[in-house]
């Protein structure tokens, strides 16, 4: 063998090693792209590990997603669920992420109900359904604003808005 090939043979054993590592690690990483995330937490109630978790920010009127690697299995249920495709989940050992805090992916202001002040959805959340409707032309009014809750009772009173 001469020097060339014994240097190509110790690069593709490296490559391989990594990647036969990572193949064979227990433990999965979660990318977002927080550009498309509206924070509505579908990928956290379907983590069955808790490594994903929706949480208060420092205060009432904002809201985390987390992220942990030490529990995320790479199951990959989370990236399923997401409506907006914003999510990635690859197998990995990161040993610096076991040791450190939880990864904050996304973090958004609440928007409080306009009838009852209750906190119902991110802010994201509410200016992308907005969205949807300005492209069809139509116009939410303060509808988007208003818990669940509250449009029922404002249906049931038959109150029009
Ligand atoms: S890949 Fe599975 S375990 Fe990891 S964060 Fe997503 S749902 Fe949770
Ligand atoms: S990543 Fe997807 S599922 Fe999770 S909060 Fe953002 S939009 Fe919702």
């Known amino acids: 063998m001469n020097d060339s090939d014994s240097i190509q043979t110790k690069r593709t054993e490296g490559v391989t090693r990594r990647e036969l590592f990572k193949m064979a690690s227990p433990l999965g990483r979660v990318t977002l792209d927080a550009r498309d995330c509206t924070g509505c937490g579908l990928c956290a109630v379907e983590c069955a ?21 030490c529990l995320c299995t790479a199951c990959g249920a989370c990236a399923g669920v997401c409506p907006e495709k914003c999510l990635r989940v690859e197998r990995t050992l990161d040993i610096e992420s076991l040791k450190g805090p939880d990864e904050v992916l996304f973090e958004d202001e609440i928007v409080r109900c306009a009838e009852c002040g209750a906190p119902f959805a991110s802010r994201a959340m509410v200016d992308a ?24 009772g404002i249906r049931l009173s038959g109150a029009v808005r």
């Open 49 to 69: 590990t808790g490594a994903l978790s929706m949480v208060p920010g420092d205060n009432d009127d904002t809201c985390r997603l987390l992220f942990r690697h």
């Open 129 to 152: 359904m907005k969205a949807k409707l300005a492209i069809t032309g139509k116009s939410a009014g303060t509808c988007l604003e208003i818990c669940p809750g509250c449009k029922a």
